[in-house]
């Protein structure tokens, strides 16, 4: 069995993308992905420097801070994004300027990491949330030539998040349900500072599901299962 774990939101603050980190090096996370419009995406690029093992996608958003490009339909009169994951679509987004965003949102990232990402997903999974905007994602994921979460040969599993549980007999109970199979399952381990706290609804129990990645008992369970931890 492959796994790859994926930290979810790197960029988003700083102690959050601390706490990816802690997840790779003192735990069993492998993967994660960035908001490359976020304002610390150069410390995040920063931070990672020399993380050989770990795999970093673009982590496409419409829902979460500026635009790196100008248009009518995607952001507020200030160039934000509207919050929520559905509301961008009921504004009726021209799928052309949402091409130009994601296509713009992987150049930041190409940009400022000095090399191509491994994969790419989004915040709110806004990537495949319509029939159009799956299509954006498949046509830029083959433009680029890089995997597409939930479209490719992994197996894609939500079931780790604060409404299901994230805890250790939670994340054993997937890996068990899915032993045959060679997954990715979506996360969001982190520190939490203030401006996370004030931010997003998922603040404290990113520090919960950190926890859960660097614990003994996980470890051992992975080491003794014989699941290899990969990344895209």
């Known amino acids: 069995m492959k796994l790859i774990i994926n930290g979810d939101d790197l960029g988003y603050t700083l102690a959050n993308t601390y706490g990816i980190i ?21 410390e995040a690029a920063e931070c990672t420097k020399g993380l050989e093992g770990l795999g970093i996608g673009v982590h496409l958003t419409l829902t979460l801070g500026e ?15 509207f919050k929520g994951p559905v509301t ?13 965003e994601w296509k713009a949102q992987i150049e930041r990232f190409i ?15 806004v990537h495949d949330r319509t ?17 597409l979460r939930g479209y490719n040969p992994f197996t894609f599993v939500r079931d780790f998040n604060s409404h299901n549980g994230t805890t250790v007999e939670k ?5 068990i349900d899915h032993k045959d199979e060679n997954i990715e399952i979506m996360c969001h381990p982190g520190y939490c500072d203030l401006e ?29 299962n014989g699941i290899e931890l990969v990344h895209y």
């Open 111 to 125: 940009e400022v990491f000095g090399r191509m990402p491994t994969h790419l997903d989004s915040h709110h999974s």
């Open 22 to 42: 802690e997840a790779y090096q003192n735990g069993i996370l492998r993967s994660t992905t960035a908001l490359t419009n976020s304002r610390y995406i150069r």
């Open 67 to 81: 635009a790196l490009t100008d248009n009518k339909t995607l952001t507020d009169e200030n160039g934000y994004f």
């Open 196 to 224: 996370l706290y004030r931010q997003s609804s998922n603040s404290l129990n990113r520090v919960v599901e950190l926890d859960v990645l660097c614990s003994d008992e996980i470890r051992e369970f992975i080491k003794d």
């Open 88 to 100: 961008v679509f009921q504004h009726g987004p021209d799928y052309g300027e949402i091409y130009a």
């Open 131 to 147: 029939p159009e905007a799956l299509k954006v994602s498949k046509r830029l994921a083959e433009e680029y030539g890089l995997p």
């Open 171 to 175: 994340l054993k109970e997937i890996l």
